[in-house]
């Protein structure tokens, strides 16, 4: 999609975006149906919203935060407030990871994981209300958190062979998020069956993708940008927790790559940029931002043996965004 501003008798052209829809007649496909049905496409402003991430972001959390505040209410094994609100977000955004690593194939080759691993207790003659203590445990703090083909012990649960090859195979994620936290998780802590399979009910109605958007491409569909946006909009900015849009991370991305290539070479500043900023420009014919810089093949080669030799530090690196963005430019 490509919008056009007036400025007087001068006209300006947005960068080109693709803005994408994944549909699939074996999925539910709501944030299409929810976005193009509520569409009227009686203005570019009308039909920019039905492809705007930002009022996908909108719905999804106007649904989601009540789901995420009745499970925080509904935590047993406590009265204190926020130690329940904590322990539920780490059960909601632990559920949203594991969409998008199911959607890898990641567990048992299975899409669907989650859902059958639900189906699987329900069916079972286990008693009533133990799916967090004796299922979700298992998969949250053995499988997800040992290497694959390492023995686990299962706790109480009968799982199925073909359950219980797919825990054993499951990816060591070696992370924070599968590691029991202290103060939460070894406090006792369940979550009634009744709101987890309402949760469930409600999440996996959406369809996840693990392609992260990108500069000139938008799928409108859970991604893990929206990972990052709902554990922004529940947990308070001031204690770190401030997502950075993929966007952002590009933007970043290019001008520390101009910067340093700028400070470590004697290739012309305007040249790079017009080769790291193509986007530029107004869109007219023989626009004369629309250019990939002026370089001399021997500055083509100095380019590249720097690229190909650059040494890139975060020293905060959190989930990897900017070292994946800098890969990406």
């Given amino acids: 999609m490509v919008t056009v501003t007036y400025s007087g008798t001068r006209r300006k052209f947005s960068t080109f975006r693709r803005y994408t829809f994944f549909v699939d007649p074996d999925l539910p496909n709501k944030t299409f149906v929810n976005q193009i049905g509520r569409a009227d496409f009686s203005s570019l402003d009308k039909i920019l919203e039905a492809f705007s991430l930002e009022a996908v972001s909108d719905a999804f959390y106007q649904e989601f935060k009540p789901k995420y505040d009745a499970i925080a209410d509904a935590v047993r094994g406590t009265k204190d407030a926020q130690l329940k609100q904590d322990f539920a977000l780490l059960f909601v955004i632990r559920t949203i990871f594991l969409g998008f690593v199911q959607k890898k194939g990641w567990l048992g080759d299975n899409p669907r994981f989650l859902q059958d691993f639900w189906?699987?207790?329900?069916?079972?003659?286990?008693?009533?209300?133990?799916?967090?203590?004796?299922?979700?445990?298992?998969?949250?703090?053995?499988?997800?958190?040992?290497?694959?083909?390492?023995?686990?012990?299962?706790?109480?649960?009968?799982?199925?062979?073909?359950?219980?090859?797919?825990?054993?195979?499951?990816?060591?994620?070696?992370?924070?998020?599968?590691?029991?936290?202290?103060?939460?998780?070894?406090?006792?802590?369940?979550?009634?069956?009744?709101?987890?399979?309402?949760?469930?009910?409600?999440?996996?109605?959406?369809?996840?993708?693990?392609?992260?958007?990108?500069?000139?491409?938008?799928?409108?569909?859970?991604?893990?940008?929206?990972?990052?946006?709902?554990?922004?909009?529940?947990?308070?900015?001031?204690?770190?927790?401030?997502?950075?849009?993929?966007?952002?991370?590009?933007?970043?991305?290019?001008?520390?790559?101009?910067?340093?290539?700028?400070?470590?070479?004697?290739?012309?500043?305007?040249?790079?940029?017009?080769?790291?900023?193509?986007?530029?420009?107004?869109?007219?014919?023989?626009?004369?931002?629309?250019?990939?810089?002026?370089?001399?093949p021997a500055e083509i080669r100095t380019l590249i043996e720097k690229l190909e030799s650059v040494t890139v530090c975060d020293p905060a690196a959190g989930s990897g965004a900017f070292e994946v963005g800098m890969l990406q430019v």
């Fill in 119 to 296: 189906r699987e207790y329900r069916d079972s003659n286990r008693p009533r209300n133990t799916f967090y203590k004796e299922w979700l445990e298992p998969l949250f703090f053995e499988a997800l958190n040992s290497p694959p083909g390492r023995k686990v012990a299962y706790g109480k649960a009968p799982f199925s062979a073909e359950t219980q090859a797919a825990l054993q195979m499951a990816p060591y994620l070696n992370g924070e998020l599968f590691k029991r936290k202290q103060g939460v998780d070894d406090q006792e802590l369940w979550i009634p069956d009744d709101l987890i399979g309402d949760f469930f009910d409600f999440l996996f109605q959406y369809n996840f993708t693990v392609e992260e958007n990108e500069l000139y491409d938008e799928e409108l569909e859970l991604n893990p940008e929206f990972l990052g946006i709902i554990f922004e909009r529940i947990t308070n900015m001031d204690q770190g927790a401030v997502y950075t849009p993929r966007v952002e991370v590009d933007l970043m991305c290019r001008l520390a790559l101009v910067q340093w290539l700028v400070q470590t070479t004697n290739l012309d500043k305007r040249d790079l940029y017009h080769l790291f900023f193509r986007e530029a420009g107004t869109g007219e014919e023989h626009d004369e931002y629309q250019k990939q810089g002026d370089f001399s």
